[in-house]
C-alpha cells in the first residue's frame, strides 16, 4: 500500500513537472530559425517579388519553423559586405550578381566576359548543365551554398549624352561597372572611362554627373527610375547579368537538419523557375515603358563591338580556366 502511495505521488510529480516545464520547453521549441536575406535592389524589381515567394515556400513546407526575412536596399550592406557577412554567418543569405560574386569564385567571370552567350536558351542549357555543376562546386569550395540562379537579362549601355550607335560613341563617357576586372577592362578596352560604384549609390551618380551612364538590363533600369536621370538607352547586348542566391555553407550544414535543407534546396528550384518566367513576362513590356519614361532607345550593329573585345575572352582562360570557358563556349556553338 505504501509502495503504491510512492508510486501515486511519483506519478503526480511528474504530472505537475511537465505541466509547468514542458510550456516553456514547447515555446523555446517553437521559436523558428530567421534567415536574413540581403539584397542590393528596391522592392520595385521583380527579384523581391521573387524572395518573397521563396519566404513563403520555406514558411509553408516548414510549417512555420524557418522564417525569411527579405531586406532590400542594402539595409544590410552592399553586395561586398554581404557576401562576406553570409561567409562570417552574420547574414544566413545573399543575393548578388555574378560580377560581385567573381572575386570569391573567379569561375564566375565567365558571365562578366562580353558576348559569350548570345542568348538564354543557351544560359540556362549551360547552368543546368556542365558549367552549372563546376560553377555549384566551386561556390562551395569557397564556403556559399547555391540557393537559385536568378534571370536578370542581358546589359545594355544608358547615358545622359547621346545614343551609341559606333564604337566612337563610347569614347570617354564615365560609364559605371560593377567591380569585376573583366568588366571594367572590357569598357575600357571599347573606349569608355569603367567607374566602379556600389549600385546603390548609382541614382545620385547619374543625378550628380559623377559617372555620363551604365549598364543595366532594362528591367532593372525601369525599377530603378534610371530614366529620370539619364536619356539614351542603346541595345548592347554586352554582358549577360547572371545572379545568384547563396546562402552560407557554415550555417546550411550546421543550423539546418537534413530535412530542411532538403526544402530549402527544393524551394530554391522552385523560385528559380517562377523568377525566370517573372524576368521574361516583365522583359517584354520594360522597353516600351522607358520610352514613356522619356528614354530614347536603339539598336546597333554589334559585330564591330565583339570584334573589339575578342583578344579579352582568350586572355581570361588563366583567369577562369580553360575547359569552362571552353565548355560555356561550346554551349553557344551547338
Same mark, same amino acid.
Given at each position: 500500500?505504501?509502495?503504491?502511495?510512492?508510486?501515486?505521488?511519483?506519478?503526480?510529480?511528474?504530472?505537475?513537472?511537465?505541466?509547468?516545464?514542458?510550456?516553456?520547453?514547447?515555446?523555446? @521549441?517553437?521559436?523558428?530559425?530567421?534567415?536574413?536575406?540581403?539584397?542590393?535592389?528596391?522592392?520595385?524589381?521583380?527579384?523581391?517579388?521573387? $524572395?518573397?515567394?521563396?519566404?513563403?515556400?520555406?514558411?509553408?513546407?516548414?510549417?512555420?519553423?524557418?522564417?525569411?526575412?527579405?531586406?532590400?536596399?542594402?539595409?544590410?550592406?552592399?553586395?561586398?559586405?554581404?557576401?562576406?557577412?553570409?561567409?562570417?554567418?552574420?547574414?544566413?543569405?545573399?543575393?548578388?550578381?555574378?560580377?560581385?560574386?567573381?572575386?570569391?569564385?573567379?569561375?564566375?567571370?565567365?558571365?562578366?566576359?562580353?558576348?559569350?552567350?548570345?542568348?538564354?536558351?543557351?544560359?540556362?542549357?549551360?547552368?543546368?548543365?556542365?558549367?552549372?555543376?563546376?560553377?555549384?562546386?566551386?561556390?562551395?569550395?569557397?564556403?556559399?551554398?547555391?540557393?537559385?540562379?536568378?534571370?536578370?537579362?542581358?546589359? $545594355?549601355?544608358?547615358?545622359?549624352?547621346?545614343?551609341?550607335?559606333?564604337? +566612337?560613341?563610347?569614347?570617354?563617357?564615365?560609364?559605371?561597372?560593377?567591380?569585376?576586372?573583366?568588366m571594367i577592362e572590357s569598357?575600357?578596352?571599347?573606349?569608355?572611362?569603367?567607374?566602379?560604384?556600389?549600385?546603390?549609390?548609382?541614382?545620385?551618380?547619374?543625378?550628380?554627373?559623377?559617372?555620363?551612364?551604365?549598364?543595366?538590363?532594362?528591367?532593372?533600369?525601369?525599377?530603378? @527610375?534610371?530614366?529620370?536621370?539619364?536619356?539614351?538607352?542603346?541595345?548592347?547586348?554586352?554582358?549577360?547579368?547572371?545572379?545568384?542566391v547563396v546562402m552560407g555553407?557554415?550555417?546550411?550544414?550546421?543550423?539546418?537538419?537534413?530535412?530542411?535543407?532538403?526544402? %530549402?534546396?527544393?524551394?530554391? @528550384?522552385?523560385?528559380?523557375?517562377?523568377?525566370?518566367?517573372?524576368?521574361?513576362?516583365? +522583359? @517584354?513590356?520594360?522597353?516600351?515603358?522607358?520610352?514613356?519614361?522619356?528614354?530614347?532607345?536603339?539598336?546597333?550593329?554589334?559585330?564591330?563591338?565583339?570584334?573589339?573585345?575578342?583578344? %579579352?575572352?582568350?586572355?581570361?582562360?588563366?583567369?577562369?580556366?580553360?575547359?569552362?570557358?571552353?565548355?560555356?563556349?561550346s554551349v553557344s556553338e551547338?
Amino acid at each position: 500500500m505504501k509502495n503504491q502511495r510512492n508510486v501515486l505521488v511519483f506519478v503526480i510529480f511528474v504530472f505537475l513537472l511537465c505541466l509547468t516545464v514542458n510550456p516553456l520547453f514547447a515555446a523555446e @521549441k517553437s521559436k523558428p530559425i530567421i534567415i536574413k536575406l540581403s539584397d542590393q535592389l528596391n522592392i520595385e524589381n521583380p527579384q523581391y517579388k521573387a $524572395h518573397m515567394y521563396f519566404a513563403d515556400l520555406v514558411k509553408e513546407k516548414t510549417n512555420g519553423a524557418i522564417e525569411v526575412q527579405v531586406f532590400p536596399n542594402s539595409q544590410l550592406g552592399n553586395a561586398r559586405e554581404s557576401l562576406e557577412g553570409t561567409l562570417t554567418g552574420v547574414i544566413e543569405m545573399t543575393k548578388a550578381a555574378a560580377a560581385a560574386v567573381s572575386p570569391f569564385v573567379k569561375e564566375l567571370s565567365v558571365f562578366s566576359l562580353p558576348y559569350v552567350f548570345t542568348n538564354k536558351e543557351d544560359i540556362f542549357k549551360a547552368l543546368d548543365g556542365k558549367v552549372g555543376q563546376i560553377l555549384n562546386k566551386k561556390l562551395e569550395d569557397a564556403g556559399f551554398k547555391l540557393i537559385s540562379y536568378y534571370d536578370a537579362g542581358f546589359r $545594355h549601355v544608358l547615358n545622359s549624352k547621346r545614343p551609341i550607335n559606333r564604337l +566612337e560613341d563610347l569614347k570617354g563617357l564615365k560609364i559605371r561597372v560593377m567591380g569585376d576586372p573583366i568588366m571594367i577592362e572590357s569598357f575600357n578596352t571599347l573606349g569608355a572611362l569603367a567607374t566602379p560604384i556600389a549600385y546603390a549609390e548609382l541614382y545620385s551618380a547619374l543625378k550628380q554627373g559623377v559617372v555620363d551612364g551604365a549598364e543595366n538590363p532594362v528591367v532593372a533600369i525601369y525599377a530603378m @527610375k534610371f530614366y529620370e536621370v539619364t536619356k539614351y538607352l542603346s541595345l548592347t547586348n554586352h554582358f549577360y547579368d547572371l545572379n545568384l542566391v547563396v546562402m552560407g555553407k557554415k550555417f546550411f550544414d550546421e543550423k539546418l537538419t537534413s530535412e530542411q535543407q532538403k526544402i %530549402i534546396l527544393e524551394s530554391g @528550384k522552385e523560385t528559380q523557375i517562377y523568377e525566370r518566367q517573372l524576368w521574361a513576362d516583365l +522583359e @517584354k513590356d520594360a522597353i516600351g515603358k522607358l520610352e514613356e519614361g522619356g528614354m530614347v532607345v536603339n539598336t546597333l550593329d554589334l559585330i564591330p563591338f565583339q570584334k573589339a573585345v575578342a583578344d %579579352i575572352i582568350e586572355k581570361s582562360k588563366s583567369i577562369i580556366g580553360a575547359d569552362l570557358l571552353e565548355e560555356a563556349l561550346s554551349v553557344s556553338e551547338k
